[in-house]
């Protein structure tokens, strides 16, 4: 990795490097991702661990530009109403991120749960049902670790109506997560949100208590 963090896209990063390099990407180059590496990836994510070993996840490719569109207009209303939800001048900073890339994206991907599999016959999930859920964000954690290492970049897209993106995808609930993966236009070792002074990272042990 050089000293600005940029890494050559067919470099493999340590573990280590690939953590602190992990940033949620919201401007890409509109360059296509080569087929054989998102399978590559998806496969590697499928290794990830879940409850009773059920692989709850269920992913699909979106393809279809009327099935793209349906998704970024429901966050475009879902990000218009988020804005009005702000005092006057924090609107304005939260007007000036960027906070989705869904032009740009050359990958597009909707990730649900199933929360009625049976694989793993309810191993762990009899207790405590929303582990299946949890394995699916395990899961999308890996395939975000895998393809920053390879230099994608992933944003996670939260501001919209699943229920909207549900039906545009013809998928159940849950959605767990609208993912758009791509060659970032820059990489910067700092969070985006807190280089444009949204909100900083605090001290780890902020988090970590001892009993």
Not at 1 to 11: C, R
Not at 112 to 127: E, H, M, S
Not at 139 to 166: F, Q
Request: hydrophobic share 45%; aromatic share 6%; net charge negative.
């Amino acid at each position: 990795m050089t000293s600005d963090g940029d890494v050559p896209p067919a470099a493999v990063l340590s573990l280590d490097d690939a953590i602190r390099w992990r940033r949620d990407v919201r401007r890409f180059r509109p360059d296509p991702v080569p087929a054989e590496l998102l399978a590559e990836l998806l496969a590697l994510a499928d290794c990830s661990p879940s409850v009773g070993n059920s692989q709850p996840w269920r992913i699909a490719i979106v393809e279809r530009p009327d099935i793209r569109a349906r998704v970024r207009a429901s966050f475009e209303a879902a990000n218009a109403a988020a804005a009005m939800a702000y005092p006057d001048d924090r609107r304005d900073a939260y007007l000036g991120l960027k906070l989705a890339g869904f032009d740009r994206a050359p990958v597009h991907l909707a990730v649900t749960c199933d929360d009625d599999t049976t694989q793993g016959d309810r191993l762990g999930a009899a207790t405590m049902p929303e582990m299946r859920r949890y394995s699916c964000v395990s899961m999308i954690t890996v395939l975000w670790l895998a393809a920053r290492s390879r230099g994608l970049g992933m944003g996670w897209v939260s501001i919209l109506d699943p229920a909207e993106v549900l039906t545009a995808i013809g998928a159940a609930p849950p959605l767990v997560g609208y993912l758009l993966l791509g060659w970032p236009e820059e990489t910067h070792l700092d969070p985006e949100l807190e280089r444009h002074d949204w909100q900083a990272r605090t001290p780890a042990n902020a988090r970590i208590r001892s009993l």
